[in-house]
């Protein structure tokens, strides 16, 4: 009966009662039905979750390490536009390097002033220059529709017995090469029946095994934002079998499984939580072998984690969390309001305050602070993912941009 009074009011005098509400009623329709695909998560099945786990935002900023002068402001870029999107960062047995992986699907080797930079493997046996090749576009949306064919290699490990190199390439799996290069080997494109969708980083022990992470089990490495916005837990690490030629699940639930790094004693290895702004140790050895425990919370988005030769480690971090972000962390229904708005998600991004900028780390065994570098204004470095020690001196890598940056650390 109210029903058919309230319409009966309208059809008197030519409006709609509440006008104010009835435009807000439209409004929401089109933000929640988005006829028009304007927002980020636009015909995608957005399932944003409650994310438990994550260090308090005041807590972490307030304890957090700075560095005041804003060192990486003195890094160099180096091979710019000659590398796409170098994530990982590795050096032979014989010292020769550095190698790096491409976002047109190669992995690819400095030979020298001379010689330049030269193709050392691809995941792909069709690769070809005509289908992947996109220079510095590689680092753009124009090389998505390529990725899955051409490849995209991110972390890169030697094996330092037989010179091998393990690629875990985001589309292919889990891939080695033998020391002379070449097309790669497939290791591990699935795990107990799943596919491997996202493989991202890896790590080799001694015994031969080769742990790596399995970022998401809903999204791949293009989508990979989808994975951050939903807070989704599908992500794992595994472990691959060379004597049984096998992988199984180590840990699973993890929320965008990133950067793996065994200790310099192997009695365990840590494991990035991108999302959740933190690293994990799992324990290989003794009295809490097989448990995963906090080793460090972290202001911002951490990539990958890598050794140097005193065994403390290295963490590239993209930064830095908000307090507006801690609030959406708590309340997936905001960020099913949030990102079903018709603007773009940099826009989105900066209208909570996200302004990011480069901070690397370096953590001893017990996960505690000693040292950290940052690049505040992004002058120099930017959306960081790996850091390689050297001599003295750290090779900085990066995902989305072209050039490898360098610092002279001592």
Same mark, same amino acid.
């Given at each position: 009966?109210?029903?058919?009074?309230?319409?009966?009011?309208?059809?008197?005098?030519?409006?709609?009662?509440?006008?104010?509400?009835?435009?807000?009623?439209?409004?929401?329709?089109?933000?929640?039905?988005?006829?028009?695909?304007?927002?980020?998560?636009?015909?995608?099945?957005?399932?944003?979750?409650?994310?438990?786990?994550?260090?308090?935002?005041?807590?972490?900023?307030?304890?957090?390490?700075?560095?005041?002068?804003?060192?990486?402001?003195?890094?160099?870029?180096?091979?710019?536009?000659?590398?796409?999107?170098?994530?990982?960062?590795?050096?032979?047995?014989?010292?020769?390097?550095?190698?790096?992986?491409?976002?047109?699907?190669?992995?690819?080797?400095?030979?020298?002033?001379?010689?330049?930079?030269?193709?050392?493997?691809?995941?792909?046996?069709?690769?070809?220059?005509?289908?992947?090749?996109?220079?510095?576009?590689?680092?753009?949306?124009?090389?998505?529709?390529?990725?899955?064919?051409?490849?995209?290699?991110?972390?890169?490990?030697?094996?330092?017995?037989?010179?091998?190199?393990?690629?875990?390439?985001?589309?292919?799996?889990?891939?080695?090469?033998?020391?002379?290069?070449?097309?790669?080997?497939?290791?591990?494109?699935?795990?107990?029946?799943?596919?491997?969708?996202?493989?991202?980083?890896?790590?080799?022990?001694?015994?031969?095994?080769?742990?790596?992470?399995?970022?998401?089990?809903?999204?791949?490495?293009?989508?990979?934002?989808?994975?951050?916005?939903?807070?989704?837990?599908?992500?794992?690490?595994?472990?691959?079998?060379?004597?049984?030629? &096998?992988?199984?699940?180590? /840990?699973? $639930?993890?929320?965008?499984?990133?950067? *793996?790094?065994?200790?310099?004693?192997? %009695? #365990?290895?840590?494991?990035?939580?991108?999302?959740?702004?933190?690293?994990?140790?799992?324990?290989?050895?003794?009295?809490?072998?097989?448990?995963?425990?906090?080793?460090?919370?972290?202001?911002?988005?951490?990539?990958?984690?890598?050794?140097?030769?005193?065994?403390?480690?290295?963490?590239?971090?993209?930064?830095?969390?908000?307090?507006?972000?801690?609030?959406?962390?708590?309340?997936?229904?905001?960020?099913?309001?949030?990102?079903?708005?018709?603007?773009?998600?940099?826009?989105?991004?900066?209208?909570?305050?996200?302004?990011?900028?480069?901070?690397?780390?370096?953590?001893?065994?017990?996960?505690?602070?000693?040292?950290?570098?940052?690049?505040?204004?992004?002058?120099?470095?930017?959306?960081? &993912?790996?850091?390689?020690? /050297?001599? $003295?001196?750290?090779?900085?890598?990066? *995902?989305?941009?072209?050039?490898?940056? %360098? #610092?002279?650390?001592?």
């Amino acid at each position: 009966m109210a029903e058919k009074k309230l319409l009966h009011m309208a059809r008197e005098d030519g409006r709609l009662p509440h006008p104010r509400l009835f435009i807000l009623a439209i409004v929401l329709s089109l933000i929640f039905m988005d006829p028009f695909h304007w927002s980020p998560v636009a015909g995608r099945n957005y399932r944003p979750v409650k994310l438990d786990g994550i260090a308090p935002y005041k807590e972490i900023m307030a304890s957090w390490r700075k560095d005041n002068q804003s060192r990486l402001r003195n890094g160099k870029l180096q091979f710019e536009g000659e590398v796409f999107g170098p994530e990982s960062i590795e050096f032979d047995l014989k010292g020769r390097g550095p190698y790096t992986g491409l976002a047109d699907g190669r992995v690819v080797r400095w030979m020298g002033d001379n010689v330049g930079w030269e193709t050392f493997a691809v995941v792909n046996p069709n690769w070809s220059e005509k289908e992947c090749a996109n220079g510095v576009n590689s680092t753009t949306r124009k090389q998505h529709p390529k990725e899955s064919f051409c490849g995209r290699p991110l972390g890169l490990r030697f094996d330092k017995r037989t010179g091998d190199l393990y690629i875990a390439d985001a589309y292919y799996g889990l891939m080695v090469v033998g020391p002379d290069g070449g097309v790669a080997t497939s290791l591990a494109s699935e795990v107990e029946g799943t596919p491997i969708l996202f493989a991202n980083d890896l790590d080799i022990h001694s015994n031969g095994s080769i742990f790596f992470t399995d970022t998401s089990a809903r999204y791949d490495r293009r989508n990979h934002v989808f994975i951050l916005l939903e807070g989704e837990a599908t992500g794992r690490l595994m472990r691959y079998d060379p004597t049984t030629k &096998s992988t199984s699940v180590v /840990v699973s $639930g993890l929320t965008f499984a990133n950067g *793996v790094q065994i200790s310099k004693d192997e %009695t #365990f290895l840590l494991v990035a939580e991108t999302t959740k702004c933190r690293i994990m140790r799992y324990w290989l050895e003794g009295p809490r072998e097989a448990q995963l425990e906090l080793y460090a919370n972290l202001p911002g988005f951490p990539d990958n984690v890598r050794i140097n030769d005193k065994g403390n480690f290295w963490v590239a971090i993209d930064c830095c969390r908000t307090r507006t972000l801690e609030v959406f962390s708590h309340h997936p229904w905001m960020r099913n309001l949030y990102f079903r708005l018709p603007l773009k998600l940099n826009i989105l991004g900066k209208m909570v305050g996200m302004k990011m900028y480069t901070v690397i780390a370096l953590f001893d065994i017990e996960g505690n602070t000693i040292d950290v570098l940052e690049d505040r204004q992004g002058e120099v470095m930017r959306l960081v &993912s790996e850091v390689r020690e /050297v001599d $003295g001196k750290l090779w900085i890598g990066t *995902v989305a941009h072209n050039h490898i940056a %360098t #610092f002279s650390y001592s």
